[in-house]
Each structure stands twice: as C-alpha cells, then as structure tokens.
T-cell receptor, first 116, second 112 residues
C-alpha cells in the first residue's frame, strides 16, 4: 500500500507549549488528509479534514484555533497543538487519500503526545 | 443511531476457529467500504476493501449487503496473530462530502 510518514512518533512537552506534527505522503499525492485523535481504548475520532490549498474543515467540538492544520502541498500536512494542556495528551494519527474520492485512506504511524 | 455500528466484543475465539462479525451503516448512499485492522497502540492498517461482489483474500472474506446495509468480515482458520481490533469504515458518499466514517471497532482475541 501507499506510504504515509508521520513525525514525530512520540513527544513529551510542557503544558502551555505548542507541538507540531507532520504528515507526509511519500509515494502519492494526497488530495485529502484527515487528522484523528484516539484516547486509550476508544475508537478514532476525526478532528478535521483538509484538502490541499484550502482551509481545513473541523468536526464539531474541535477548536480550530487550538489545533492548527496546514495542508500547503499535496504531500504534506501539519497539525499544531497550541498551548497544550495535559488533557490534550492522546494518540494523534493522520491519514491521506489520493486520487478518487471513494478510495481508501492510508495512515501515518501516529504520534503519542504527552503533555506534562 | 450511530452512522456505523459494530459489536465492540471482545470476541474470544480458539485458534483455528472461524469467526465472523458484521458492521451496519445507516447511510444508504454510502459508496465504498473497508475493513481496517488496528493493533494495540498502533495505527490502523487497511485489511481489505469490500466490493459489491464480495472480496476474498486468503483466510479473510468480506461481504457487502446493500439491501440490509451491512458489511461482514469472516476469518477462517484463525491465528494468534489475528488478535486485534477490526474497524469498519464507510465512505459516506457525495452527501457526506466523501468522509470516511469509522465504526468503534470489534476486538478479537484468539486464544491458543
């Protein structure tokens, strides 16, 4: 399958700081990227959907000013958690989809964020 | 009613047995369907797409029933390594802006 690289795989940061997570599609052009959050023993929760060159669409309850998403190119999207708090500690996963809108998405390896 | 529903399990199954689970979806306009597998603390990985005519890949068989709006996954001759959470994913189609809608997953535990 297609390769999506997410970096970093884990990060520990202090409360109040910002953390940037990168998601790259390595062998295809990702017209759409998705950002998910997963708390322990829970399913993936979609945070936002972004299409290259346009503003991200956030799910209800997700603060767009706190979770900044940039999808500036067809191979890169970034999620910045601003002013992180301990409750933001979670597993963040990106996925990318290219080509037809009915195709599957491929996932990055995920980023385990711990805010202390 | 949730858009995509799965029995959370866990399904405890002896090694070598056959196990099947379903996933129901509410949007009749849904276009495409997938099964993903997620191991603990890892990202989901695509297991297989689900075609209208059914899809078989080795020990795994996926079926789509549009009339009853569900998809199924059958695992034959189960192995210890099949233990994971299986996530059903539905593409909502044009009405949903082609969003991928996730089930909560079915946990499968294969016991020796």
């Amino acid at each position: 399958g297609a390769v999506v690289s997410q970096h970093p795989s884990w990060v520990i940061c202090k409360s109040g700081t910002s953390v940037k997570i990168e998601c790259r599609s390595l062998d295809f052009q990702a017209t759409t990227m998705f950002w998910y959050r997963q708390f322990p023993k829970q399913s993936l929760m979609l945070m936002a959907t972004s299409n290259e060159g346009s503003k991200a669409t956030y799910e209800q309850g997700v603060e767009k000013d706190k979770f900044l998403i940039n999808h500036a190119s067809l191979t890169l999207s970034t999620l910045t958690v601003t002013s992180a708090h301990p409750e933001d500690s979670s597993f963040y996963i990106c996925s990318a989809r290219g080509g037809a809108s009915d195709t599957e998405a491929f996932f990055g390896q995920g980023t385990r964020l711990t805010v202390v | 009613r949730k858009e995509v529903e799965q029995d959370p399990g866990p399904f405890n199954v002896p090694e070598g047995a056959t196990v099947a689970f379903n996933c129901t979806y509410s949007n009749s306009a849904s276009q495409s369907f997938f099964w993903y597998r997620q191991d603990c603390r890892k990202e989901p990985k695509l297991l297989m797409s689900v075609y209208s005519s059914g899809n078989e890949d080795g020990r795994f068989t996926a079926q789509l029933n549009r009339a009853s709006q569900y998809i199924s996954l059958l695992i034959r001759d189960s192995k210890l390594s099949d233990s994971a959470t299986y996530l059903c994913v539905v593409n909502g189609g044009l009405d949903s802006n082609y969003q991928l809608i996730w089930g909560a997953g079915t946990k499968l535990i294969i016991k020796p």
